[in-house]
């Protein structure tokens, strides 16, 4: 059982590390992305270095390792003993892989859209709250960073709402504080470009 929960923690890890803005941009433009631009590995970076087809392949790519880290989990951790706080930690790894992956000497994104596909996993209609504020504000003021920040801010209160009426177990607030706290100190240099009206806004070419 001890270790069925260790394999289920460890591949939502790994599958989160997956470092697909990297190696997008790596086949299609023979740049590597952690070099260029904020740095980061995710769909803004990607936009900015390699274009539109490559940004959308990666925010798609990086949604869906969120999404099915933690589908797999429910499905290899279903019974076990404390199962809803398996599936929020899955949830978290999967965040921390795409942060720090391993296979990047533990560089990688700020885990927005990794966080969103484990979030619709783990809680629906939450997450698409917080997913409607972010979209919202970066569609208002053009900076992905702002709405990242956004998300990370609603997830937990949205998943404290939800549990508050009995739609998720408390346990998930792991995952929704975790990401969230994640998200913000990955974003800590774009804040600090935020407060002096130098951050890059959504189609600046790097």
């Known amino acids: 059982m001890i270790m069925r929960i260790v394999a289920v ?22 740049v590597e992305l952690t070099r260029l631009g904020s740095g980061h590995t995710g769909g803004t970076n990607a936009l900015r270095v390699a274009g539109a087809l490559a ?10 390792k969120g999404l099915a880290a933690v589908v797999l989990a429910e499905r290899y951790a279903a019974g076990v003993p404390g199962e809803a ?12 892989g795409h942060n720090y992956s391993v296979f990047l000497k533990f560089n990688g994104g700020v885990g927005t859209m990794t966080s969103l596909g484990a979030g619709v996993a783990l809680m629906f209609s939450g997450t698409l709250a917080a997913w409607g504020l972010g979209f919202a504000l970066i569609i208002l003021t053009r900076y992905a960073s702002l709405g990242s920040l956004s998300i990370a801010a609603a997830l937990p209160v949205a998943c404290l709402i939800g549990a508050a009426v009995g739609a998720w177990p408390y346990q998930y607030l792991a995952f929704a504080v ?3 706290v994640l998200s913000i100190y990955a974003l800590r240099a774009n804040i600090a470009r935020l407060l002096r009206g130098t951050e890059r806004k959504v189609g600046q070419r790097a």
């Open 85 to 96: 706080w398996v599936l929020s930690l899955a949830g978290l790894l999967t965040v921390v």
């Open 178 to 180: 975790g990401a969230g």
């Open 55 to 64: 940004g959308g392949l990666t925010v798609v790519f990086d949604f869906a």
């Open 9 to 30: 923690l460890l591949g939502a890890y790994l599958l989160g590390a997956l470092p697909v803005g990297y190696l997008i941009v790596k086949w299609t433009k023979g």
